[in-house]
Structure formats: structure tokens, C-alpha cells
């Protein structure tokens, strides 16, 4: 299957600042838009934020816009979330995955593993 790999999760202040990567292979990012959710514990699974192929259409929640940042790093084979000015409610597994085509649009498939982020004094 299409391999997405978490990483960057970690224990935070609120405040604090973040970088979540999602590694993919060439052939994941050259095919498919990459979405950013996450799920707190007795939560539903939220969308966060999604980049497409080219990069040219970004969406984010509501809760996280002006604060988060997608990007792609295409020297690295990553999608990246800058999470700044943490907040408690950030708390979560995070989870990155593919769209099915090169926009963000569902269904959402091959999902990566997750990383925890924790906001909390």
C-alpha cells in the first residue's frame, strides 16, 4: 500500500510550536493530496488541514487557520504542519493520508500511523 509515515508529535505548552511531518514516497506526492486530521480522545476524527498535488489548493479548519501551516517539501518527500500558538484542544493523535486524486476531496485513503501531540502545562 501508498506509506505515510508520522512523526514530530511531542508534549507542548500551550503556546508552544510544533512541526509535524507526513513522509511519502515521489510516486504518493506526485499523485495524491495529502490531508491533516486529527482525533481527540472521545472526539470524533476531525479534518485539519490539506494541501493538493501542485500545491496550489490549500484548505484548513476553521479552528486551526491562522495558526497552522501546510506545506510541501519536495526535497524532503514530505508534508509538513506548522502548528504554532498551541492551544489544549489541539490535543490529539494526528493523523496524515491521501486523497484518492490530486485534489482535496474524499475518500481519504492509506492512512499513516499517527503521532500524538499533547498541549498542557
Known amino acids: 500500500q501508498l506509506q505515510l509515515v508520522e512523526s514530530g508529535g511531542g508534549l507542548v505548552q500551550p503556546g508552544g510550536s510544533l512541526r509535524l511531518s507526513c513522509a511519502a514516497s515521489r510516486f504518493t506526492l506526485d499523485r495524491h493530496a495529502i490531508g491533516w486530521f486529527r482525533q481527540a480522545p472521545g472526539k470524533e476524527r476531525e479534518h485539519v488541514a490539506c494541501?493538493?498535488?501542485?500545491?496550489?489548493?490549500?484548505n484548513y479548519a476553521d479552528s486551526v487557520q491562522g495558526r497552522f501551516t501546510i506545506s510541501k517539501n519536495n526535497a524532503k518527500n514530505t508534508v509538513d504542519l506548522q502548528m504554532n500558538s498551541l492551544k489544549p484542544e489541539d490535543t490529539g493523535i494526528y493523523y496524515c493520508?491521501?486523497?484518492?486524486?490530486?485534489?482535496?476531496?474524499?475518500?481519504?485513503?492509506?492512512w499513516g500511523q499517527g503521532t500524538q501531540v499533547t498541549v498542557s502545562s
Open positions: 494541501i493538493s498535488v501542485s500545491g496550489g489548493s490549500i
Open positions: 493520508a491521501t486523497a484518492s486524486l490530486r485534489l482535496c476531496a474524499p475518500p481519504w485513503g492509506s
